[in-house]
């Protein structure tokens, strides 16, 4: 049960970092502009993985 309830807030994080991510696209386009980058891509990629590992062990 509990590892259901990890998974299922690792999935609804991912999804929120990519929209958060979308939703920040121009402010990062004119942030780059300016020579900063956003590490959203790492928050995405991060919770991406953690998820991918959490669905290959219990099989979802």
Do not use: K
């Not at 807030?9 to 979308?22: D, K, N, R």
């Not at 780059?32 to 919770?47: D, Q, S």
């Amino acid at each position: 049960m509990i590892q259901r309830v990890y998974r299922t807030t690792l999935f609804a994080l991912y999804q929120v970092s990519l929209a958060l991510g979308i939703v920040l696209m121009p402010f990062a386009l004119v942030m780059n502009r300016a020579g900063v980058t956003l590490p959203v891509h790492r928050l995405i990629e991060n919770l991406g993985d953690a998820y991918e590992g959490v669905s290959t062990e219990t099989g979802a």
